[in-house]
Every structure is written in C-alpha cells, then in structure tokens.
C-alpha cells in the first residue's frame, strides 16, 4: 500500500512542478513529460506510469491548477481515443514493457492512436469481425477490412481486434493487437458521409506484419479485451457541466428569439418539449459526472448517449422546418477533413445530416437500449442463433 | 452544484426509514382496500410518519420543535410515498407549511399565529391544508370565490369572518386547519369551522374535498398573496419527486412481471417490443432524477426555472411510466384487484395537480425569454 495522498499534498506536490517547470518557459512537451513523470498526469493510473493511483474525482482538482498556471495540456480533444480507448486496455493488459513503451508518448499527444474495430460486414455485431491475423513465426500477418476509424489518417498506432481463429464460435476466436500505423500494407482511405465530409476513414491491411510483443492479452482472448475498451468508450461518454442552453438547443432557442418572423405558434410547444428535454439531459450529465467524481460509476452513460442522439435529431429537424426557405439551402458540400466535430459554426441543413450519425456511432441507439434492458434491468438477452456455431460457419 | 444532485448520507437514511415503514404499513392491497373504506385517508400511518419520524414538521424551524429541514429530505420522502401511493396528507401539509414559513419571513402578517401553528404541526398535533384547489401552479393569479368580512378587515384578526366555496382542494379531509386566501389576504380557520365534503376522485389515494365556509371565523394570517406562490413553488418542486418516486415503482413491478410473464414460449420481457420501451423509460427516470433533485437544491429566480422544467418533466414521465405499467402488464393490469391502477389515476392526477405539463411549459417560454409570437 503506498502511503494515502491527501488533497493538500497533491495541491503542493503540482506547485513544485510548476515551480521546477515554468510553463512560460518550458517547452510545451518538455512540461508534459514533466508533468508526466512526476505521476501529475492521470491521477488515477499507477505511480511510474503517470499517475498515482489516486480516486479519479481529484483530477479535476490537477486541471484546475494547471489551468489557472497557464500550462499547456495535452490536447484531449486530439488524442480521445488514444486517451478514452487505447490506454486504458493498455493499462489493463499489457505488460510491464507495453506499458512503458506506449502509455507515456500516448498522454503526452506525442503519438496519435485509433481504434481499427468496426468492419463493413461487423458493425453492431462487433464480434463477427474477418479480419484475419495468421500466425508466422514470431509476428503476425494481418488481413482485411476496417471502417470508420477516426484519426486514423493521423494515427502512429491503432488497437486492433482481428481473427485468429475461425473455427471456434466468433466470441472466442478473437485476438486483440496494437498495429503500427506506418508499417507496410496499411492504406488509409477517407470515408465520406452524407455531409459531404469525411471525419472517418477505411483502412485496408495487406499482409501487415504485427510482432507478437504487439499483443495485448492472450491468443483467443480479444473479445475480452474489447470489452474494456468499450466500457471506457462509455465512460468517456459521460460528459461534464455544460452551462444551460449549450449545445443544439441553444442555437434553435436563438434562431426563435432573433428571428420573431419565424415564430410559429404550432411550433411553440414543440420548442418548449424540447427545450425542456434538452434541460433535462444537461442536468442527468451533470449528476453522472457527480457520481463518477463520487467514485458510483453508473449506467448512465449509455443513457446520456442515447438521450443526446434523439435530442439532438429532434432539435436539428425543428431547426430546418423553423426556417422555411433558409431551410432549403445546403452551405457546403466540398469534400473536407474536419479535425473535430461542431454542431455549430455550420448551417441548419449540416447540423440536421451530421445529427443522424449519433445515433449509429459508438453504438446504434437500438443496441445501447438493448444494454440498458438486459444490462440495467435484467431482462432476457437476444436470443442468439450464432452461440455455438463456428465463426466460419455462420452466413454471411 | 453538481454534487447537489446526489443524495446525501442523511437523505439515504430518511428515505430508508420511510421506506421500512411503508413497507409493513402501506402494502397495495390494503392501500386499495382504503379507497373503498370510509376513511380513504390512512391517519394512523400518518401519524406514525408525521409524529414518529418527523415527516410533518421537516421544514418546520429547530426553535420551534421541527428539523430544520431543506425541502431536499422533503423530497426523498415524497420519493417514497410515490413509491407506495401512500394515502397520507404529506403534500398537502408541507404547502401550509411552506405557506406558514413564506408568511412568517415576510413580516407582513401576524408572526405568532404562524409560530404557534408551526409548532402545533411540529409536534404532530395538528395538520393543515391549503385551501385552494390542487390544479393551480404557482404562476396564476389566484381569485378565489372566499369573500371577508368586515371589509376592511378590522384589526384585530379574530375578528374576520369568511364566506364561500373552495373546489378540489387536496389533503384538507385529514386536515385541523385550513390556510384559507381570501380578498388578498391568508387566514386560518379550523377545519371544524368548515363544510367539507369529500369529491369522488380520479386518484383514488389523494381524496379531494370540497369546501365551503359559511361565517366562518378566521384569523389573519398575513397580507397578500406572496406566501401563497411560494408554498406552491415548494410543492410543486417536492410534487416532482413524488412523481419520481411514482415512475420508478411502476418501472420496477413492470419489469419483474415482464420476466415471469411467458406468451409464445418465451418470457414476454425478451422481446424487444418491451425491452426497448423499458430501456427508454429507464432513461426518462434517470433524467426525472436529476431534474427533480435540482428542483429542490435551487433558490430564487433559479429555482422557478428548475421547478417548471421538473414538473413539465417529471409529470410526463410519471403518467408515462403508469401507462406502461398498465399496457405491459396486459389484462392483469387492466383489473381493479392489481396495483397498476392506483399508479395510474395517481400518475394523471399528478400531472394535472400543480400545473400541467403544458402550463408550465408556457411559464417556461416567458422565464426563458421563447415567446409565443
């Protein structure tokens, strides 16, 4: 057991590092390596690896300090998958030296990652996934398809789930790899989407060699794995305080008050149903985040998601049908590579398409409610026709 | 704030307190029984809450006998007695009590008949009602059919007499004294002093009574009606949980019968027809919890935003969740011998009591600054 850290001994301890790294005139990378190393970085992981091993609720209590001493963060918004996904399955499975090799760059923003999951023909049924990996010698030979991957035009590294064996059930044939980004047979192809956009891409693996040492987890045992990097994905979900009227409501509630020509008394309750829910759903986030920082992990988080999906769809389709003519106009429809995502900043017509896509990523509404049914309230699972029958067996 | 949204250790502690009482004393079935009884009020129960566990004097001032409590454990209680439909004049007496307080800090009436009413409730020896009906909400303009005489009231406040018909009011069968407005004014009357007569009502545990007064004697209680919406912005802000409270029971007995329920071979809670409509409602309650908990850790301005939203949230989900409770349980549910229906006339009731969902909705649109044209 180390010895408990209380909250005034971390508040002293990031007021040495600021006193030993000035932010003015530490290189940017040289604090957060800095910052890193002295266990100042995500509080919660365990001494050497950036953290130590503190409840998670005091992180804010480090963000807040560094943020009042003008030093620079990692760019969260950046590296959420390395951050939200791919260190936390590190952490869990890796090894001693994965741990140390990976995790340091990854919190840094050094190294960008991605998640090489979804396949054309494995969205919702993750597990159904082709993508072989055969073993040769010491490394694996890497064959197949991914989709969706965001960031991965600028990743260095990607977590993988591929196949290994097809002829056990699809569960327990899986095997979960970190993949270089820069070896040879990877090719990354923009995915574009009814926004005229592409935010994600494809990526295509040609007899990609992956050494053994790249496996996190054992041979057969990737679905597991998975399943601590979704889990987070959810967790990560959660959100924080978001100041009432932000987000999509916010910009429809203006558009009512600066356009009174607009105004439509058949769309006045549906405005205020809205308006209501969308209040709603801010302050379920804001009691999620208190009970994460409570240390009462909920279930909340698929709901949070499934709940800003449908708000947002609803109040982005009122939006459009609010503003009659303006409505009819699309402002661009020029391929681009958004770096992240905002509602806002773009016209009524892109928030309405984009709108759609939150109920599909990072699980399909249907599928979350089904989580929450046998998960939350214990009701009866799916019945599984594909249980016990080989992977390779299966239609497809 | 964010931590507001919690329970606190004490709150979990007065909610299981509740809770074990409820459970041994307010089972559905006799619940049900009561409703076809003389006495639909259960006054024993009542007096085990208000008395026993202090329920009745919770917002009451330590001074003078009470805990000294925030409407937040007000709250967790209402929580519990949603849970039970408990037929028990909690709502209705914590109204006169926040009407007893609002009128008391406004130093605009008589102080003393406010304390020694308070301390009365406290000690459990007596309860009281507002006598208004239960479908105002707090932003009306309330003109009642009460008149006063002598107008103007004389100084002395014994000396006022009041005359007339108050409809639809709730929890003032149960009730000593009735906190009557009248000509702008608020005044006490005691029960006894009053023609109550019971109404056949749509929610079967929460009676309301007519009222008339006919000469009846009444002391001033303060001047103006601004005691009158602030008690009425407390209940509604409790009323939410209470609906909270409503929803998560119905969700609760829905999905165990769903699991036990079999049709076609399969328990009828696997197909997704059901799951997902109870996923859904699941995230409803989830979202009446925060929203209902804000309502009650909020003041001022804030919190006449907080209670609209909770009450044009909450009142939906809980109808929602006794309509499903009713339409999942198939002809069982449809039956006077099952619970579903106590839920459901209480879950309609409730939406209508305080406001409606729309009502308030419309108070939104003016607090928000989203007008109507």
Redesign the interface.
Known sequence: MPPLITQHDLENRIQDLLAAHDPGTTSRLDFLHARFDAGLAWLHYPPGLGGLGLPRGLQPVAEKAFAAAGAPDNEPQRIGIGLGMAAPTILGFGNDEQKQRWLRPLWCGEQVWCQLFSEPGAGSDLAALATRAVRDGEDWIVNGQKVWTSMAHEARWAILVARTDPDVPKHQGLTYFVLDMTAPGVEVRPLRQLTGEAEFNEVFLTDVRVPDGQRLGAVGEGWKVAQTTLMNERVAIGGG?APRESGMIGVL?SA??EQ?EV?D?AL??R???L???A???R??A??L???L??G?PGP?GS?AK??FASLNQQISGLELELLGEQGLRYDDWTMRRPETVSFVGRSPGYRYLRAKGNSIEGGTS?I???I???R????????RVDKDVAWKDLPR | ???A??YSEPEEELSAAVADLLADRAAWASVLARTESAEPYDTGLWKTLGGGIGVAGLLVPEELGGAGASLREAAVVAEELGKAVAPVPFLGNLTATALLLAARESGNGTAALADDLLRRIAAGEQTAAVAIPFSRSPDTTYRGKVSVTPWPPREDPHEARLTGRVTSVADALPADVLLVPADGSIYVVQAADAQRTPVTTLDMTRVLCDIEFDDAPGQMLAIGYAPLAQALLSAAAVLASEQLGLAEQC?KTT?EY??TRHQFG??V??Y?GL??R???L??QI??????A??AVSTSGDEQVIAVA?AQ??CSAVAVQAAEECVQMHGGIGFTWEHPAHLYLKRAKSASIALGSP?RH??R??EL??????
Not at chain 1, 376 to 383: A, F, H, R, S
Not at chain 2, 286 to 291: E, F, S
């Open positions: 305080a509630a009512w008050r009174p105004r008394p006045h309750d405005l205020l149903t308006w209501v829910a209040e709603a759903a302050l379920t804001m009691r985040s208190a009970q920082a409570a009462q909340e709901a499934y709940a249907e979350l409610l089904n929450i049914a046998e939350v309230l214990g009701l009866p699972g799916e019945i | 704030m964010s931590e949204l919690l969700l999905v769903v699991k399969r328990a809670g696997s997704q799951k997902h109870l996923a859904q699941w995230v989830a979202q009446a919890r925060a929203v908990r804000y939203v044009a949230h729309a909705r419309r939104l649109a928000v600054d989203l007008p109507a044209s």
